[in-house]
């Protein structure tokens, strides 16, 4: 199994930036595509980015444009990129890992709280 940390949360006014970082550890040869995941109070947990081992990426629309995600194989963490923040982007954002064949390969760590202010 993979290990996940997450970390670089905080309170933002809205139009402002974050990164998180998600630093994995564990069965490193299993991870194929990371993802970030938020899930906002009374909200069903929804996938914001993904990426692959070879750097393809995929956004929600609803951060399209305004998030990057990233990943550093070498240092076995994966970045979250957040701009033009908005109050609609409050959210525990959680990071995960995913296998060739898609299946989440990760334990759910403690997420990182994110809180933009209007």
């Known amino acids: 199994q993979v290990q996940l940390v997450e970390s670089g949360g905080g309170l933002v006014q809205a139009g402002g930036s974050l990164t998180l970082s998600c630093a994995a550890s564990g069965s490193m040869f299993r991870i194929n595509t990371m993802d970030w995941y938020r899930q906002a109070p009374g909200k069903q947990r929804e996938l914001v980015a993904t990426?692959?081992?070879?750097?393809?990426?995929n956004y929600a629309d609803s951060v399209k444009g305004r998030f990057a995600i990233s990943r550093d194989n070498t240092k076995n963490t994966v970045y979250l990129q957040m701009n033009s923040l908005k109050p609609e982007d409050t959210a525990v954002y959680y990071c995960?890992?995913?296998?060739?064949?898609?299946?989440?390969?990760?334990?759910w760590g403690q997420g990182t709280q994110v809180t933009v202010s209007s």
């Open positions: 990426i692959t081992r070879g750097g393809n990426t």
């Open positions: 995960a890992a995913r296998s060739v064949s898609g299946s989440i390969v990760s334990d």
